[in-house]
């Protein structure tokens, strides 16, 4: 098969998925018991305020034509309004999701550089007192529940060293320097303009929360490159490539991770949705203005609207990163490229 | 003629969780600058140990334990940390840097499974460029490029597929390319473990063809580890047999086959089929090689050999010159 003709089957095999989705939490909520717009109100609400109400979130029409608005609606990039204030929830989503994305790339690049080369150094000094370390290091930080750790980090770090904020994503009174919008990523966008001052504020607030998601994920690239690596390099081409006098460096990295790394790009993919889980927790500890935060608040109100928007929209973001990461899979195989 | 490789009194252990298995007990080897050593013995006898520590790359968790290995040197070899001189030189005080200064450049090493050993992940013209630029730091990817085409040219492989990649060659297409690979470098002592088990006898053949007109061409001095008798037999100047990690008999071929001394080499002998005699049943040796944990006293042979004598149980026997010319180690024979 062509990579061609692999991407395009992999594409259209997306789309039932994130069909099947939004039906899925569609359905979900129209399960829950509890009338949304009952629950909205407090109790002896006046029935045509009510009324009202329901149409102008389109709940008052049919379970059917309810499902058709939804889905025309998302293929329009329209996640709908929120309960609260009738607001496009597109607006909140498209406002915050940059910062989670921030959060997200951050966390990504700790959990993966950190997790491939503690394990790397684990699976070469297999059976050693570093391997022991590194493989309890990897299980006490998966194990660590986010917000606790983050809290912790919070405690040292902040209160106590005094060296970084305990949350948010600037500092408020150096609105100065806040970085220009360009993608949205603080850190980027201050280099981009040649904001110094902004990008080293932007950093500091990014290193706890990111430090923090970071080390809860890299215990799962810790063990998958461990394990993988542990069995290229028993491979005969890693030994033959040993036995023609390549450096260690080239035989560690340019044979024997090389060939361990397509596991670890999968559960790159994989760990995307987990990824999205911590970032709600680790937002919500560090009060960082991502989507996170915007998810629990509207939960803390009931907002039916907008918590479908979001989940849906995660949803979404999640097969995404799926479909290009097994692009990128089938990219680096030589063997599926062809 | 000089000695090229001298291996003396080597020990190799590996400590498992079972305990400690002794895969090579005290192997000595002599192998002659320009001739072919056939290493045989069962599956299993240490054969490809010895192999692997000549590179000293011994699969973990073995471990060389004492011995020395002498390489002659027919020119100084530069490493970063201390050159090598010419000469010979004991591979076993030489430091890690050395060592991989000397694999591929003067020792070259070819594996059993060619499905198996080569990067997939690579073209077969990386696997050229990495082990040129590893032993020459200085040389440019197109220059290597050039040489590794030259190489394929010369092995019956068409130069433009240096930008294949190793599922797109058949079994003894990649047997060639690491053939080649071991060759690019002009080392002076090759050593091939089974290179043709994994191949059907039309392949077989023509491999084994090719490296006899290659070690022609090059000058080599070749190691072939094999426990096919029969490819032995042509190929081979001389013959070690091992077992159970000690070497039994080691003779020129001739003499192995024509007057072999030790019971174990008669029998395997005996062992191998004649398809001139169809007639004759297969023989085997009764019993089964020892379990390397298991601590046998004396001859490691004793329990399957006929002529086991009271001496065989109690007192290991050592490489004495035999009367074929060569050695071997039996309570049968004296020193002549």
Request: proline content about 5%.
């Given at each position: 098969m ?19 989705l ?14 949304p ?30 499902y058709?608005d ?11 309004l ?6 496009p929830?597109?607006?909140?989503l ?8 921030e959060?997200a ?35 006490v930080?998966?194990?660590i529940p ?12 902040s209160?106590?060293?005094d060296?970084l ?9 150096m ?12 850190t980027i966008?201050?280099?981009l ?7 080293v ?17 890299c ?6 490159t461990r394990?993988?690596?542990l069995?290229?390099?028993?491979q005969d081409?890693?030994?033959?490539a ?48 991502g989507l ?8 803390d109100?009931?907002?039916?609207t ?5 989940v ?9 990163v ?6 990128l ?10 | 003629m000089?000695?090229?490789l ?33 290493l ?13 520590a000549?590179?000293r ?8 334990i ?36 000397l ?34 730091p ?8 050039d040489?590794?085409?030259?190489i ?42 089974e ?7 039309i392949v ?6 090719q ?7 090059f ?9 096919n ?5 042509q190929t ?11 070497i ?9 086959f ?10 395997l002998?005996?062992?191998?089929p ?5 007639e ?6 009764p ?9 046998i ?31 071997v ?8």
């Amino acid at each position: 098969m062509s990579l061609r003709s692999y991407i395009v089957s992999r594409v259209l095999l997306t789309i039932p998925m994130i069909m099947l989705l939004l039906t899925l939490v569609f359905i979900i909520l129209r399960i829950v018991p509890g009338d949304p717009a009952l629950l909205h109100f407090e109790k002896n609400v006046d029935p045509e305020v009510l009324a009202q109400f329901r149409a102008q979130l389109g709940l008052d029409k049919s379970i059917p034509e309810q499902y058709w608005d939804y889905l025309t609606g998302i293929f329009r990039g329209d996640f709908g309004l929120s309960m609260q204030d009738f607001a496009p929830i597109t607006d909140h989503l498209v406002g915050r999701f940059p910062a989670t994305v921030e959060l997200a790339l951050y966390s990504m690049l700790i959990a993966v550089g950190l997790g491939v080369f503690l394990g790397v150094k684990s699976s070469k000094k297999y059976d050693s007192n570093t391997d022991q370390g590194i493989r309890l290091f990897g299980i006490v930080t998966y194990a660590i529940p986010v917000f606790f750790l983050g809290m912790i980090f919070q405690f040292i770090f902040s209160i106590w060293l005094d060296w970084l904020p305990t949350g948010q994503r600037f500092d408020p009174r150096m609105g100065a320097y806040m970085p220009e919008r360009i993608t949205g990523l603080y850190t980027i966008d201050s280099l981009l303009t040649g904001n110094l001052v902004g990008f080293v504020t932007s950093l500091r607030y990014l290193i706890l929360p990111s430090l923090t998601l970071g080390l809860i994920l890299c215990g799962v690239f810790i063990r998958l490159t461990r394990t993988n690596m542990l069995e290229t390099l028993r491979q005969d081409f890693v030994v033959a490539a040993e036995a023609r006098g390549l450096s260690e460096r080239t035989v560690t990295y340019g044979y024997a991770l090389k060939n361990a790394f397509l596991p670890i790009l999968t559960m790159i993919g994989l760990q995307f949705a987990i990824l999205l889980a911590g970032a709600i927790l680790t937002e919500t500890t560090f009060n960082w203005p991502g989507l996170g935060t915007y998810l629990v608040g509207r939960i803390d109100h009931r907002d039916y609207t907008a918590i479908q928007g979001t989940v849906v929209f995660f949803g979404i973001l999640v097969s995404l990163v799926s479909l290009f990461v097994d692009i990128l899979y089938a990219y680096f195989d030589p063997r599926i490229r062809l | 003629m000089t000695d090229l490789l001298r291996i003396e009194n080597l020990v190799v252990e590996y400590a498992t969780r079972r305990g400690t298995a002794r895969a090579l007990d005290k192997a000595s080897i002599i192998l002659e600058e320009n001739k072919t050593l056939g290493l045989a013995g069962e599956s299993g006898c240490g054969k490809s140990t010895l192999g692997r520590a000549i590179m000293r790359l011994v699969p973990y968790p073995g471990k060389i334990i004492e011995g020395e290995i002498f390489l002659n040197l027919d020119q100084p070899v530069s490493v970063k940390t201390e050159d090598i001189p010419m000469g010979e030189v004991n591979l076993m005080n030489l430091d890690e840097d050395q060592m991989r200064a000397l694999r591929g450049r003067m020792i070259a090493y070819i594996f059993q499974d060619p499905m198996t050993s080569l990067n997939p992940m690579l073209t077969i013209g990386d696997h050229f460029i990495q082990i040129m630029q590893a032993h020459d730091p200085e040389i440019e990817d197109e220059a290597a490029l050039d040489r590794a085409k030259e190489i394929l040219d010369g092995l019956g492989i068409l130069p433009e597929r240096v930008t294949d990649y190793p599922h797109q060659f058949s079994g003894g297409m990649r047997q060639r390319v690491m053939i080649g690979l071991g060759l690019a470098l002009r080392p002076r002592l090759l050593i091939s473990d089974e290179p043709t088990t994994s191949l059907d006898v039309i392949v077989e053949a023509q491999i084994l063809e090719q490296m006899a007109e290659l070690k022609d061409k090059f000058n080599l001095t070749m190691i072939l580890i094999t426990h096919n008798l029969g490819v032995l037999a042509q190929t081979a100047d001389d013959i070690a047999i091992i077992y159970a990690g000690r070497i039994m008999e080691h003779a020129s071929t001739d003499a192995l086959f024509g007057n072999p001394q030790h019971p174990y080499t008669k029998a395997l002998l005996e062992a191998v089929p004649d398809v001139s005699k169809p007639e004759k049943k297969l023989t085997w040796i009764p019993g089964a090689p020892p379990d390397l944990m298991d601590f046998i006293p004396g001859c490691m042979y004793n329990p399957r050999c006929p002529h086991a004598m009271d001496i065989c149980r109690t007192t290991v026997p050592t490489l004495i010159k035999s009367k074929s010319g060569g050695k071997v180690a039996c309570w049968l024979y004296e020193e002549e």
